[in-house]
């Protein structure tokens, strides 16, 4: 009875080492990899950069081989968290964090699945990291979706150099936009401009904040800012009436309310996110050592709203290109 005791010992203890150094990557019975993605909003840039990852994961895995769901907060930042527990609960082998509070929220949940993160501004400001140095460390990498501040600072004094006072609107909430608002008022404060930041903690403030922004600017900022995105109707509805022109983070908000932008593909931004998860559930690099990625400024490019500069009156330097707009 003690021999056959031992010898079931045994054979449950090689079990159990067994199911410790399985592969996560191979935990599906019918060896699919599994992915969650956590995207805060539907948004043309948001929804880019998940194609584009969705995309590529299946052209570089297989598309039988790899499971991804995806699942979007409508704009509701408290909406990550559960969608993320729901992902760790379910043992995914990696989820996509798309934009700053879904990278968050992630980030909260879990300290043993891979992340990696998408349309992120600023690591080190977004997950609270002093001293950034390129790398996060522990589960978490991803890309950036951050265009040269100082270049977005030079834009404006390309488009209105006779302007005086810029308005810089940002919802307060969002750690990043605080960011990228303190850069580029520095960067034309040093180009002689005076500025003002307006902020506002939601949706709901946006209005009566704007209204106050058109009437006091010649021209007004606004950064890479998911509530403005998900709202460009408000800004354009009461810049456009003002006369006030607004120089944008990024496409689909100037593409709703401004009048340039310098664009990155968040397509692109995607597929970059993807070749990265897929050196990670092939077990060919160890997240914990891959350094956050960064849009190339060659790969920077400056668009205009048509339409808007039409209403406004205003002609776009030499050397911008016009939005393509959605038949949505």
């Known amino acids: 009875m003690k021999k056959i005791f031992a010898l079931l010992l045994t054979a449950v203890m090689l079990l159990a080492l067994t199911a410790c150094n399985t592969d996560p990557a191979d935990k599906t019975d019918d060896g699919k990899y599994?992915?969650?993605v956590v995207q805060l909003a539907p948004h043309p840039a948001l929804d880019a950069a998940t194609q584009g990852f969705i995309d590529t994961l299946k052209a570089e895995l297989g598309e039988d081989n790899v499971e991804v769901k995806v699942e979007i907060a409508a704009g509701d930042t408290a909406t990550c968290a559960p969608i993320v527990n729901a992902f760790v609960a379910e043992d995914v082998d990696l989820i996509m964090a798309n934009a700053t509070p879904a990278l968050q929220a992630a980030v909260a949940a879990t300290t043993d699945i891979p992340i990696l993160g998408t349309s992120v501004t600023e690591y080190g400001v977004a997950l609270d990291i002093k001293d950034f140095n390129g790398t996060v460390g522990g589960n978490v990498?991803?890309?950036a979706d951050l265009a040269p501040l100082k270049k977005q600072a030079d834009m404006i004094k390309e488009w209105f150099p006779e302007a005086k006072n810029v308005g810089l609107l940002f919802c307060s909430a969002e750690a990043n936009s605080k960011y990228q608002v303190d850069t580029v008022q520095a960067y034309l404060e040093g180009l002689g401009y005076t500025c003002k930041q307006?902020?506002?903690a939601d949706s709901n403030e946006m209005q009566?904040?704007?209204?106050?922004?058109?009437s006091e600017s010649d021209v007004i900022y606004v950064p890479t800012d998911n509530t403005v995105a998900n709202a460009t109707g408000i800004v354009d509805g009461i810049c456009q009436p003002a006369k006030v022109p607004v120089i944008a983070g990024e496409e689909g908000i100037c593409s709703g309310c401004g009048?340039?932008?310098?664009?990155?593909?968040y397509y692109d931004l995607g597929a970059a996110t993807a070749k990265m998860a897929v050196k990670v559930l092939k077990g060919e690099a160890n997240i914990s050592e891959m350094p956050i990625e960064y849009v190339a400024e060659e790969d920077l490019t400056p668009k205009y709203n048509k339409d808007i500069c039409d209403a406004l009156g205003i002609t776009p330097p030499e050397g911008y290109v016009a939005i393509e707009k959605s038949d949505k």
């Open 259 to 265: 009048v340039a932008t310098l664009c990155i593909s």
């Open 141 to 143: 990498s991803g890309t």
């Open 208 to 214: 009566s904040v704007t209204q106050k922004a058109a």
């Open 198 to 200: 307006y902020p506002f």
């Open 34 to 36: 599994v992915v969650g």
